[in-house]
């Protein structure tokens, strides 16, 4: 009795961590593997077991091959076509949702919603509209997409690991396709066919409407007398009571982007400031600098360069050699949930210094935060303004876990290996399909095949690893198997059939999916699967039926969590760039809450019947 108290109080103390947020999900995860081993509930000796779990593994290769495919171009060839669809919303929103859903069901979700938040970006401002219409519509068209294959979603494999467990087969590759699409066509018919009226048109969440950053740059000469002489560009960051910037800085005609900390000041120097008024009177009064006009031709062209790209150009005495030195973007990029940057600061991580990037503006929700840029902690979904030049924006992007939002021009040499890619991976699904490897293997070839085909490089197929995701499934796998060693697994799923009463397996089924989805709007979907897929064996074993039905229904209820930002990371990424509150995922989530079970439980139960 006492472990399996315990269990149940590990699981709570970890539901509540995992709302709370204050720590993040893969730490929690690995404290409560270390509580129920501690305790004695676990065995030690089988404590990282979860780890070398074949689910794991399919969950890491499917990551690599999707980021394989994602530099390959792929998804942005298909991408480009959209550009043609002429002006219609509702076409519009059809076809990107279509999209992102078909792609997301074969590779991961984020990656897929990551590509095409900037094709759905770029639709909006030149249609003039607002991005808020496009994003939550493609945000869950990526989970509805997971719901169709073996590899759609986490869950999934997750799912099917126990049904090997139990009975020593698992789930093939298209297993879930009759449930899934018949749920997420009905999904996207929801979406397309007005539901995404629901959604609050959120203005000012671009570039041009929300971070105003013209009007935050200056020019100041240093003078002979000024107390910066000899001084490193460093330091003006850090005078006292002066929230300042130091963007480029010109020197004898040739202009220097990111200037590097360490570089020392010299009478006559040219700097390119971002900094509120208040800021810049400070600056100029503490450092004794000369204001020069804020529209100077220097400021031009490093607006005019990040936003249009070369073009010909008046020499100017101050910056006559800025063509042949300097090409500097403009860069909107979204805090991932596993970014680096998530409860950093600017200082933190050395922005300039290591990947020579400037923080020109931050976003939140929406609504721009102006003061203190350098002191800003950074949370996931935050939308952000970055300098730079652009051989040094397009790995620091990746490395810092951030998303490319409203440029994507980054990359320094086109796309190449798609078809290699596409063959690979249609290899990989092949072999799982038909039974000649196991998923697991198969994958795993495909996204080896990949590497030694040079589409990616080891580092970036390491780099394309969610770890925290990994750590989460390795650290909850031993624990659902205390659950099911101590007979909490069985005491929840009693509980639930003596509540269904008379309704029998049908209605707990029901109660089983909407339960499940309810569970994936608070804490990763992944856990919830873990924790939910031995109650789903447990009841269809107390109902003396198959278990197929109740894995289902766990299934689509993990791969549905539309009512809050925090239940899945496609809700997070699209919150900032969208200007979402928390409470606008209601609007469009609520109503598909409802008409999911109302479609997959019928369905599971004509494709899987009790």
């Not at 850090?238 to 010299?266: C, K, M, N, W």
């Not at 209605?507 to 989805?517: D, E, K, R, Y």
């Not at 894995?551 to 993990?558: D, K, N, R, S, T």
Request: hydrophobic share 50%.
């Amino acid at each position: 009795m006492f472990e399996q108290t315990f269990v149940f109080g590990t699981l709570a103390m970890a539901l509540a961590l995992f709302i709370h947020g204050g720590l993040r999900y893969d730490l929690v995860a690995l404290l409560a593997l270390l509580a129920v081993v501690l305790a004695g509930v676990a065995p030690a000796q089988t404590a990282f077991s979860g780890f070398g779990h074949p689910a794991v593994v399919t969950v890491a290769a499917v990551l690599v091959i999707s980021r394989g495919l994602a530099k390959a171009g792929v998804v942005d060839a298909l991408a480009r076509r959209l550009e043609f669809l002429g002006s219609n919303l509702t076409v519009q929103i059809t076809a990107l949702t279509a999209l992102v859903l078909v792609a997301s069901g074969f590779m991961n979700n984020v990656g897929a919603l990551a590509l095409l938040m900037p094709v759905a970006v770029r639709l909006a401002r030149s249609h003039n509209r607002p991005p808020s219409r496009f994003l939550m519509p493609l945000a869950f068209g990526s989970l509805l997409g997971g719901l169709t294959t073996l590899i759609g979603t986490p869950p999934n494999l997750i799912l099917s690991a126990f049904r090997q467990e139990a009975t020593g087969q698992a789930y093939r590759m298209f297993d879930f396709l009759p449930v899934g699409a018949g749920t997420a066509l009905a999904g996207l018919a929801f979406i397309a066919l007005g539901g995404w009226r629901l959604i609050p048109s959120r203005e000012g969440e671009g570039r041009d409407d929300l971070f105003h950053i013209d009007a935050y740059l200056t020019e100041v000469r240093v003078g002979d007398d000024s107390p910066l002489v000899g001084t490193r560009v460093g330091e003006v960051e850090h005078l006292p009571e002066v929230d300042v910037l130091v963007v480029g800085l010109v020197r004898a005609g040739r202009v220097l982007g990111t200037p590097a900390d360490r570089e020392i000041l010299a009478p006559g120097d040219v700097l390119l400031v971002e900094a509120a008024p208040a800021d810049l009177e400070r600056l100029l009064e503490t450092a004794r600098l000369e204001l020069r006009a804020s529209k100077d031709i220097c400021t031009r062209l490093f607006q005019e360069d990040a936003q249009a790209g070369p073009v010909p150009r008046t020499p100017d005495p101050d910056c006559e050699t800025y063509r042949e030195t300097s090409h500097m973007e403009l860069m909107e990029a979204v805090v991932g949930v596993n970014s680096r940057l998530v409860g950093r600061t600017v200082r933190d991580l050395a922005l300039r210094h290591r990947h020579g990037a400037n923080l020109l503006a931050v976003s939140r929700q929406g609504q721009p935060i102006r003061r203190r840029l350098r002191n800003v902690r950074f949370r996931p979904g935050d939308v952000l303004l970055l300098q730079g030049m652009a051989q040094d924006m397009a790995p620091a992007l990746p490395a810092l876990g951030l998303f490319p939002l409203a440029e994507r021009e980054l990359r320094l040499t086109r796309p190449s290996g798609g078809p290699l890619a596409v063959g690979l991976f249609a290899a990989g699904i092949a072999a799982a399909t038909f039974g000649l490897l196991p998923v697991h293997i198969a994958l795993t070839a495909a996204a080896a095949g990949m590497i030694l085909a040079r589409v990616l490089s080891l580092r970036e197929a390491y780099d394309s690893i969610e770890w925290p995701v990994i750590v989460l499934l390795g650290a909850m796998f031993p624990v659902g198997e205390a659950l099911e060693a101590t007979g909490g697994a069985a005491t929840v799923a009693d509980a639930l059939m003596a509540a269904t009463g008379a309704g029998g397996p049908a209605l707990a089924l029901a109660v089983l999916l909407v339960g499940t989805m309810a569970l994936s709007n608070v804490i990763n979907n992944a856990a919830a699967a873990v924790l939910m897929a031995p109650i789903a064996l447990r009841v269809a074993a107390g109902f003396g039926a198959p278990m197929d039905p109740f894995l289902m229904a766990v299934c689509v209820g993990c791969s549905t969590p539309f009512l809050t930002p925090i239940g899945h990371q496609s809700n997070t990424l699209v919150m900032g760039p969208g200007g979402y509150r928390f409470g606008d995922y209601w609007r469009l989530g609520l109503p598909l809450s409802v008409l999911v079970p109302l479609v997959a439980v019928p369905l599971i139960l004509l494709v899987w019947p009790l």
